[in-house]
C-alpha cells in the first residue's frame, strides 16, 4: 500500500515499511548503543556508563570504597536505563582480574572466583571504586577532548566515548552479541601494544610483520600457553578473524601431574569433574587418583597421579587436552564501532593506525582546548594591567557610575570579557594585584602558549608527545606477558586401544573362518579344541592393543581390535560375523603388527608384493580390496617381513619345489597384483594342477622347518643355498619322502629379533 497521509494527525504506511523501519531501527540501536565497543576507549556504553558514573560521584583510585549499589543506582538512574543485574554484572566483569587484563574497578568483598566468575555478592553487599588505570580513560575528559550528548531523559550530558591515553579496545579485549553481527577481541599485553603504536607512530609505512615483531599474539589474564603457530597468529592479525587456542599448563612433580594454569575462564571445577567422569568411565585407566590442591596461594592446582611412573605424562596430558577443558579454542572477531561511527571488521594494523589517529585528534583537541584557556587568560590579564595601571579611575568610576561596565569598556577600550573580570574582582583582591605577579602570569603563560602553538602545528611535535605519554603509562601500568605463546603438536584423544592393557596373545585362525585369542605367546595352537571339520588354518603372536588384518580369498582386508576378539576357552567365533566379504570366498590368512610393519601379500598364482600394514588397515565392514587374485586363485597368508635388505623368500609349490631369493627383488605396494614370485605355467594353473603353496620370510640365522606327513625337515641357510636362484623361477624339487608339503615352520634366532 503507498504512503498516503489521512486526515489530522494520523499517517498510513504499509507494514513492510514499519516492520523493516522497526528493525533496522533496532538493529542500529543494539549495535551502537549496546553491544560493540568503540574504537577509541574500547568500552560499550555500559561499560563507559558505568566509569563516568564513578567518576562523578568521585571514586578514584584514592577515595573510600562506596557500596556498588549506589554506583549502579546513579548509573541507571541517570545513563543508562536498563536492568540493574545487568547493568552490575558489566561491573563485576570489570572488576575481576581474571576476566579483565588490566580490571578498571577495584571491588571490595565477594566479586567471585576464577573458578565461577558469577558466584559475586549481591550489589547491597560489595563495595566499589575505580583502579588507578581508569585514570588512563578519565584523566583527559574534562580538557575539551570528546563531544557530549544528551542522557536519555535529557536532564544530563554524557560522553560519547573516553579520551583514552592508551588502545583499551586490545588491552582489555571485549565480546558482544548484536544484530547480524558479533565481537570478539582478546586481551593483549600493554607494553607489547604501547611499543607497536611507538613503531607506527615513528614508521606509519610499517608492515604488520613489523608490527608483529611488538605484539606477539593475545596476553590472558590467566597466563596459559598460546600454542597457535605464529602462521595463524599472523593470518588472524592480517583478517581481523581467525580462532587462537590456549592450553593448561603443567608439571612434573614427583611422578604426579600438577596443572598450574587453566585457559582463560575456564573453570577448574568443571575440568576436574570432566577428568573424573573419564576415570569412572575407565576411559582413564592409567590414571589412579585426582586432587585439587588450589587454595588462596596456588589459586589452580590440579593434582593427577598416573598408574605407575611407565605412564607416559605426555600421552596423558595429549589426550586430557583433547578431551576436556584444558585446552579451548577462543573465536576472533575484530569487530567494533570506527571514528567515523559505523561497525566493521578490522585488521590489527589497521585498528592500530585509526586508534593512533584518534590519539592524534584527542591530544590536538587537548592542546586546542588548554591554549583557548591560556589566550583567554592572557586576555584577562591584559585588562587587569590596565586596571592596575589606571586603579584610582577605575575604582571612581566603579563607585560612582550607574553602568561601570561599559564605561570601563569605553574608557580603557576593554572587552567585555576583561570588564566582567575586573568587576568580579574582590576588594582583598586588589591586594594582590601587582605588576610584577601580573607579568610573571603573562610570561608563564605567553611560553606556555608558544609551546603550545608549535606543537598543534608540527605533525612531529605531536608524534613525540603521544610517545612520551605512551611510555609513561607504559612505565605505570605495564606489565611482562602472561600467556607464553608456545607451538605445540595438536591434541589426541586415545583411541580405544590405547586404553587396552598390553598383554602377549596369540591369535588363531581357523580353515572356516574362526577367530579367537589366547593369551601368552607359548599357546600351541595345534593342541586346541576345533568345531568338527575344522582345524588350524594361521596362529601369530601379538599384543592385546594391536589391530589384526583379516585377509580373504578374493584378496580384501578386515581390521578388528585384537582385544576385542573372542578368548580361546571357546571355539572362537566365525569372522562373518563381524565383516561382509563377497559371497563364496573364504578367510586365507592374517596379519598382526603395528602400523609401520611390512608384510609379503601373495596368491597361489605366484604373484606378490610387499605391503605395510597401514595400508591394509580399514574401519569398513565390507573391507578393501589390496591383492589382485586370478579367478579361481586364493590368498595365501602373509609372512612378516623384518629387514628389507638382509631376509629372504622362501616360495613352494604343492610340487614340491622351492624357490628362495632376496626379499629386496620385491616392490612395495599399496594395492595390486604384483610382480612374479614364483613361475607356474599357466595351463597347469588354469587346471588347478600347480600353484604356490606357502611362503615364508626369512633370514641368514634362521632355519626352515619342513613337515610332510609325520616326517621333517630342518634347512638352515647353507642347506638352502641349493634352491636359491632369480625372482620369477620356478624352483628345484624338494628332497624325496618331502616333496607333498603339509607345513612351513619358521625358526627364528634371537639374533634375528
Known amino acids: 500500500m503507498a504512503d498516503t497521509p489521512m486526515d489530522g494527525d494520523v499517517e498510513q504506511i504499509s507494514l513492510a515499511d514499519y516492520t523493516e523501519n522497526a528493525y533496522l531501527n533496532y538493529a542500529m540501536y543494539v549495535i551502537n548503543d549496546r553491544a560493540l565497543p568503540h574504537i577509541g576507549d574500547g568500552l560499550k556504553p555500559v561499560q563507559r556508563r558505568i566509569i ?36 552490575y554484572e558489566a561491573m563485576v566483569l570489570m572488576a575481576q582480574p581474571f576476566t579483565y587484563r588490566y580490571p578498571l574497578v577495584d571491588g571490595q568483598g565477594n566479586w567471585g572466583s576464577p573458578d565461577d566468575p558469577k558466584s559475586y555478592a549481591a550489589m547491597r553487599y ?5 583502579k588507578a588505570y581508569a585514570e588512563v580513560l578519565l584523566g583527559e575528559l574534562k580538557q575539551g577532548t570528546v563531544d557530549w550528548t544528551t542522557n536519555f531523559d535529557g536532564t544530563l550530558t554524557e560522553p560519547l566515548s573516553l579520551p583514552a591515553r592508551l588502545p583499551n579496545i586490545l588491552l582489555n579485549g571485549g565480546s558482544g552479541i548484536a544484530v547480524g553481527m558479533a565481537t570478539d ?32 599474539g593475545p596476553d590472558f589474564p590467566t597466563g596459559a600457553e598460546i600454542i597457535t603457530s605464529s602462521e595463524d597468529i599472523q593470518q588472524i592479525y592480517e583478517t581481523g578473524r581467525g580462532a587462537i587456542r590456549a592450553r593448561a599448563v603443567y608439571n612434573k612433580e614427583e611422578g604426579d601431574i600438577v596443572i598450574t594454569t587453566l585457559p582463560y575462564q575456564v573453570s577448574g571445577t568443571k575440568v ?12 582413564l585407566p592409567m590414571v589412579v587418583d585426582l586432587r585439587d590442591e588450589s587454595d588462596h596461594e596456588n589459586p589452580t592446582r590440579i593434582v593427577i597421579v598416573p598408574k605407575s611412573n611407565r605412564v607416559d605424562v605426555d600421552q596423558v596430558m595429549a589426550h586430557l587436552f583433547a578431551t576436556t577443558d584444558l585446552e579451548r579454542t577462543y573465536r576472533v572477531n575484530f569487530n567494533m564501532i570506527g571514528i567515523d561511527g559505523k561497525p566493521r571488521v578490522r585488521p590489527l594494523l589497521s585498528l592500530l593506525n585509526e586508534w593512533l589517529k584518534f590519539r592524534l585528534n584527542t591530544v590536538l583537541r587537548r592542546l586546542q582546548f588548554r591554549l583557548d584557556k591560556i589566550l583567554d587568560r592572557l586576555h584577562i590579564l591584559e585588562g587587569l594591567m590596565i586596571a592596575y595601571v589606571n586603579i584610582e579611575a577605575v575604582i571612581k568610576i566603579i563607585r560612582t557610575e550607574d553602568k561601570p561596565k561599559d564605561v570601563l569598556m569605553r574608557r580603557f577600550k576593554l572587552s567585555d570579557l576583561q570588564a566582567d573580570a575586573i568587576l568580579d574582582l574582590r576588594l582583598r583582591q586588589l591586594a594582590r594585584l601587582e605588576e610584577t605577579r601580573i607579568k610573571g602570569e603573562q610570561d608563564q603563560l605567553n611560553a606556555e602558549r608558544v609551546d603550545l602553538q608549535k606543537t598543534i602545528k608540527s605533525r612531529a611535535r605531536l608524534k613525540t608527545l603521544i610517545k612520551k605519554e605512551l611510555t609513561v603509562d607504559a612505565d605505570l601500568y605495564g606489565d611482562e606477558r602472561r600467556s607464553a605463546i608456545v607451538e605445540r603438536e595438536e591434541a589426541q584423544a586415545f583411541q580405544e586401544k590405547d586404553l587396552v592393557t598390553t598383554e602377549p596373545v596369540t591369535v588363531v585362525l581357523s580353515e572356516k573362518g574362526w577367530v579367537r585369542a589366547a593369551k601368552g605367546h607359548d599357546v600351541n595352537a595345534l593342541e586346541l579344541n576345533y568345531r568338527s571339520g575344522d582345524s588350524l588354518l594361521q596362529a601369530a603372536s601379538a599384543r592385546s592393543n594391536q589391530d589384526a588384518v583379516f585377509l580373504d580369498s578374493s584378496g580384501r582386508a578386515y581390521t578388528a581390535a585384537v582385544h576385542t576378539l573372542p578368548s580361546a576357552r571357546g571355539q572362537g567365533e566365525p569372522l562373518t560375523g563381524r565383516f561382509n566379504p563377497p559371497d563364496g570366498e573364504v578367510f586365507a590368512g592374517f596379519a598382526v603388527a603395528d602400523r609401520d610393519a611390512k608384510f609379503v601379500l601373495a596368491s597361489d598364482a605366484g604373484y606378490g608384493f610387499i605391503v605395510t600394514f597401514g595400508e591394509l588397515a580399514t574401519k569398513n565392514r565390507a573391507g578393501k580390496s589390496v591383492l589382485s587374485v586370478p579367478k579361481g586363485g586364493i590368498v595365501i597368508p602373509p609372512a612378516r617381513v623384518l629387514d628389507t635388505k638382509h631376509e629372504f623368500v622362501a616360495a613352494f609349490s604343492n610340487e614340491g619345489r622351492l624357490l628362495i631369493f632376496p626379499v629386496a627383488d620385491l616392490p612395495e605396494l599399496g594395492r595390486g597384483k604384483g610382480v612374479k614370485i614364483m613361475n607356474i605355467p599357466k595351463p597347469r594353473r588354469e587346471e588347478i594342477l600347480e600353484f604356490m603353496h606357502q611362503l615364508k620370510v626369512f633370514s641368514e640365522v634362521d632355519t626352515l622347518v619342513i613337515t610332510s606327513g609325520k616326517r621333517t625337515l630342518s634347512l638352515t641357510i647353507d642347506e638352502l643355498e641349493h634352491y636359491r636362484g632369480e625372482r620369477a623361477r620356478r624352483g628345484l624339487k624338494l628332497p624325496r619322502g618331502f616333496q607333498k608339503v603339509d607345513h612351513v615352520a619358521l625358526l627364528r634366532s634371537e639374533n634375528s629379533g
Do not use: W
Open 185 to 216: 577481541i582478546l586481551p593483549h599485553n600493554l607494553r607489547e601494544v604501547v611499543s607497536a603504536c611507538i613503531r607506527l607512530l615513528d614508521n606509519p609505512k610499517s608492515s604488520l610483520r613489523d608490527v608483529m615483531d611488538h605484539v606477539k
Open 52 to 87: 563516568h558514573a564513578m567518576n562523578e560521584l568521585r571514586l578514584g583510585a584514592d577515595a573510600k570504597y562506596t557500596k556498588s549499589a549506589r554506583t549502579i543506582g546513579d548509573v541507571i538512574g541517570k545513563f543508562h536505563p536498563h536492568g540493574d543485574s545487568a547493568c
Open 272 to 283: 576436574l569433574e570432566q577428568i573424573a567422569a573419564q576415570m569412572q568411565s575407565k576411559k
Open 126 to 130: 560489595t563495595e566499589s571504586k575505580l
